[in-house]
């Protein structure tokens, strides 16, 4: 480890996150809020602990991350991709752990577009025979 902190950007769907991590304790800030103040489900706070809890190094680092865009599952899942890319800058021994357990995929699938001449992506207007 040269540098003192490393900076990594994740996406997912609309959500972009810019993060963060600096060697430290473990305590992680979103947007200049705790973590459990800004995600405030459970299985977020889960998620994005993930990548930590795989590589062992959850009181190691600080992280500190700026999401914004899309919702809170779409922002959790754009942390995660971040913390993954920075980790793997901290420390390039990581990338087989993190590559086997897949936070290193981005997920593509994004939102369809609404086409013309339709109520949705997908959904028609009603058909009449007669």
Do not use: C
């Amino acid at each position: 480890m040269k540098e003192t902190s490393f900076y990594a950007t994740g996406r997912r769907k609309e959500s972009v996150a810019r993060v963060w991590i600096t060697p430290g304790s473990g305590k992680i800030t979103v947007n200049k809020k705790e973590l459990n103040e800004y995600f405030k489900r459970p299985t977020l706070e889960m998620i994005i602990h993930q990548p930590l809890d795989v590589t062992e190094t959850k009181d190691k680092f600080d992280i500190r991350a700026f999401v914004k865009g899309g919702g809170l599952t779409g922002q959790a899942g754009a942390m995660v991709l971040g913390i993954s890319r920075a980790l793997i800058q901290a420390d390039e021994e990581l990338k087989k752990t993190l590559r086997s357990n897949g936070f290193l995929t981005r997920d593509p699938r994004e939102k369809e577009r609404k086409k013309y001449g339709q109520p949705g992506a997908r959904k028609r207007f009603q058909f009449s025979k007669r």
